[in-house]
């Protein structure tokens, strides 16, 4: 398929300015798409006059810009998802006293449509957008990904798939200190009207918290279960 060669640099910019780095000049920019400098500078030029992107102007590096937040709020109040789980995983916070994420598939990682805060006063951070990595958390494990994140991370394919295999079996997942050491997760998946897995719920917080004896909390499981099998009724799918 044909594409606009213009509009590919663009997004591929955005990308790069949504890692990592977060701020960066004309000079790495380019250097990392492998493209001219003058192109670059004429894309961030436009990119800023429609609010994309923002430039310091002690740095003269570049950042994303404030209407890229008004298009992703958009995105997440259409999504049906999200809108369907709010009040759900506002309840499942309250009964567990622990965070809720509930995410969905983007290019082979997890997206974070909805977070709702650990109800305390401990200090917290929004990771709504956030794409984490699929075999290292609770809500992904039915995703391949890549990279170790603690010593705790299942990276080989083989474990990954009998894994994989068992979670089908049971209903819910758990990501015990394998994305963060010191944290278990525990997920279950929402299905749609075609009885398809369209994202997850889940819980995050302290392992002795969320573990008896290094073992999963049962009432916490069902919680979370029973949460999903809500949220997958307001979606259509048939009791199961």
């Known amino acids: 398929m044909k594409t606009i060669q213009s509009i590919e640099r663009a997004a591929a910019i955005l990308r790069l300015l949504s890692g990592p780095s977060r701020r960066l000049g004309v000079v790495e920019i ?4 492998g493209l001219a400098k003058a192109t670059v500078h004429g894309i961030l030029r436009t990119l800023a006059q429609v609010g994309f992107v923002e430039q310091d102007p002690e740095s ?3 950042r994303l810009g404030a209407a890229l937040l008004h298009i992703g709020n958009s995105y997440l109040d259409g999504n049906e998802l999200r809108t369907r789980a709010l009040n759900w995983s506002d309840s499942l916070a309250a009964r567990t006293n622990e965070s809720v994420h509930i995410g969905t598939l983007h290019e082979g990682k997890v ?14 951070v ?3 957008g956030a794409l984490l990595p699929a075999h ?13 994140y603690t010593p705790e991370t299942i990276v080989d394919g083989e474990r990954l798939r009998e894994e994989l295999a068992t979670i089908e079996h049971l209903g819910w997942s ?8 010191g944290e278990v997760a ?3 998946p929402i299905r749609d009207r075609r009885g398809l897995t369209v994202g997850a719920i889940g819980i995050r917080g302290q392992a002795h918290r969320l573990c008896v004896k290094g073992k999963p909390r049962s009432d916490l499981v069902a919680t979370v279960r029973e949460a999903a099998r809500s949220i997958s009724r307001e979606l259509g799918a048939m009791p199961g």
Do not use: N
């Open 30 to 33: 380019a250097g990392q798409l």
């Open 60 to 62: 003269s590096k570049y």
């Open 111 to 124: 997206l974070i449509v909805h977070h709702v805060f650990r109800p305390d006063d401990s200090r917290q």
């Open 126 to 128: 929004l990771e709504v």
């Open 136 to 148: 290292a958390t609770a809500v992904g494990k039915m995703l391949l990904a890549h990279d170790a």
């Open 174 to 181: 758990a990501d015990l200190e394998e994305l963060s050491t």
């Open 186 to 188: 525990y997920a279950a």
